[in-house]
């Protein structure tokens, strides 16, 4: 009964009472807009900021990748053509040596101009270290080359400081010229070896025994050497690869070499051969 006089009593003055919605002063207003205003203009520019620096790395990422393309393809005509050259030099022999390494350096010069020059042009800087997984291949086969060539011509080893002096007038004299960091080297000398068993298992077949005898020195030398650095190369599994197949180079030959010399009287250098220690002095020459 109560409760309905109190709801009967508001419904009576109900109409008398006027509510009046509540309203900020006009400098609170003020105040709102030009804040509101102020963190859209900080988003928009944060935005932009952004955008901008997102760009920026999109084209420098877009850049660099053009670049390694570009690296890659000239490691590739770089890795051909060193191969072409190691090819001309397995065609020695005691009877057209002088004529074999002339081409050979001619076209060891040629690849060097041509194709190597275009890996240096697009390395200079600081790229190389960026890219070197690009261009390494290239390199290795470039050292395998060099020093396969300068062995069989002078019988010395092409050191790195050599092949990087090579290198310097195809650079910039402005910017950072491009040098052949020592892993790289080293990894072409590992193949280096593979390449001599390969000439001295050609050369013994030749009847050349001393030049295949020279060449085991030079591996086993290069072995020893090799041998003592490696185990300090912590992070280069390739390296560590490589040791064991120029192990097997080095069996290869020593066996070789050890079988002629042990067994002499069962090898035939070249039949008719007029060699005062051949068992076959003042035979006549087979016709096939």
């Not at 053509?81 to 001309?88: A, C, E, G, T």
């Not at 050979?104 to 190597?116: C, G, R, V």
């Not at 060699?275 to 006549?284: I, K, Q, R, T």
């Amino acid at each position: 009964m109560l409760l309905r006089r109190m709801s009967l009593s508001w419904r009576l003055l109900a109409p008398e009472l006027k509510f009046k919605p509540h309203r900020l002063p006009p400098s609170a207003d003020a105040s709102l807009a030009l804040e509101s205003s102020t963190k859209r203009e900080r988003t928009m520019s944060t935005l932009s900021s952004i955008n901008d620096a997102f760009s920026t790395y999109a084209d420098y990422l877009n850049s660099l990748n053009e670049k390694r393309e570009r690296v890659v393809k000239a490691s590739r005509d770089v890795t051909i053509n060193s191969k072409k050259v190691i090819f001309q030099v397995h065609r020695i022999s005691k009877n057209n040596r002088e004529e074999v390494l002339e081409k050979a350096e001619k076209d060891l010069a040629a690849m060097t101009d041509q194709h190597m020059s275009r890996l240096v042009k697009e390395l200079q800087g600081t790229d190389f270290w960026k890219l070197r997984r690009a261009y390494s291949p290239g390199v290795q086969e470039y050292v395998e080359a060099a020093t396969f060539f300068k062995f069989c011509q002078t019988g010395n080893l092409l050191n790195l400081d050599e092949i990087n002096a090579s290198l310097l007038p195809l650079s910039d004299p402005s910017l950072e010229p491009l040098q052949i960091n020592l892993l790289d080297y080293l990894l072409g000398l590992a193949d280096l070896t593979g390449e001599l068993m390969r000439l001295a298992i050609g050369r013994i077949s030749e009847g050349e025994v001393e030049f295949a005898e020279r060449i085991c020195r030079f591996v086993l030398d290069i072995y020893r050497e090799l041998t003592l650095v490696v185990p300090l190369m912590d992070d280069s599994y390739d390296m560590k690869t490589k040791m064991d197949i120029m192990l097997q180079s080095v069996l290869k030959i020593e066996n070789a070499c050890f079988s002629v010399r042990m067994r002499g009287s069962e090898y035939i250098p070249l039949l008719g051969s007029n060699d005062p220690s051949s068992f076959l002095l003042g035979v006549s020459d087979v016709e096939l």
